[in-house]
T-cell receptor, first 114, second 110 residues
Framework: KAGVTQTPRYLIKTRGQQVTLSCSPI?????VSWYQQTPGQGLQFLFE???????NKGNFPGRFSGRQFSNSRSEMNVSTLELGDSALYLC?????????????FGPGTRLLVL | SQQGEEDPQALSIQEGENATMNCSYK?????LQWYRQNSGRGLVHLIL???NEREKHSGRLRVTLDTSKKSSSLLITASRAADTASYFC??????????WGAGTKLIIKP
């Protein structure tokens, strides 16, 4: 089985712009979770989608949004980028509930905001 | 918010030695998971231990869970250079959401 893929792998944007990141889960997995990882804050949960519905949401501002399509692929969008949004964004998929089973992570998208 | 807290934050040992890292958490859990992350890359699942389990083994890995102390430990025996990575524990809250610790950075010196 192919693993979780994320595109793009690297991205450079400027403040005020918006960005869309994409995640393709492992075939058959219905849950997709997104995380932001920074050196100072560690791994922070953004949101989880299951069968096109947002099931859980972390403590991030409304500038961060996401969606999941019928094929389980997911996108996350960050509008009005700020310098502090520079981070590694990780996507993870699992068969069902993210909290009760193994999550499989993609390689991440490294976003740099200038 | 972070529930799991790893200890130590960083650990440097000689190749061949054993490495032990600990994770403490605050609330009741369904399970606790350990993951490894090589520099700047995605996380790889190592082991999941359920709240009714006390110990679990996988190859050179041994995980213990003490729910009375709300703590877990990960032991890597006979360490290798390839074990150099950051190790994270994650616990599950009442919403079945994974809460992550800040991680332990492990360096194996040749």
């Amino acid at each position: 089985k192919a693993g979780v893929t994320q595109t793009p792998r690297y991205l450079i944007k400027t403040r005020g712009q918006q960005v869309t990141l994409s995640c393709s889960p492992i075939s058959g997995h219905r849950s997709v979770s997104w995380y932001q990882q920074t050196p100072g804050q560690g791994l922070q949960f953004l949101f989880e989608y299951f069968s096109e519905t947002q099931r859980n949401k972390g403590n991030f501002p409304g500038r961060f949004s996401g969606r999941q399509f019928s094929n389980s692929r997911s996108e996350m969008n960050v509008s009005t980028l700020e310098l502090g949004d520079s981070a590694l964004y990780l996507c993870a998929s699992s068969l069902m509930t993210s909290g009760t089973e193994t999550q499989y992570f993609g390689p991440g998208t490294r976003l740099l905001v200038l | 918010s972070q529930q799991g807290e790893e200890d130590p934050q960083a650990l440097s040992i000689q190749e061949g030695e054993n490495a032990t890292m600990n994770c403490s958490y605050k609330t009741s859990i369904n399970n606790l998971q350990w993951y490894r992350q090589n520099s700047g890359r995605g996380l790889v699942h190592l082991i999941l231990i359920r709240s009714n389990e006390r110990e679990k083994h996988s190859g050179r890995l041994r995980v213990t869970l003490d729910t009375s102390k709300k703590s877990s430990s990960l032991l890597i025996t006979a360490s290798r250079a390839a074990d150099t990575a950051s190790y994270f524990c994650a616990t599950v809250d009442s919403n079945y959401q994974l809460i992550w610790g800040a991680g332990t950075k492990l360096i194996i010196k040749p």
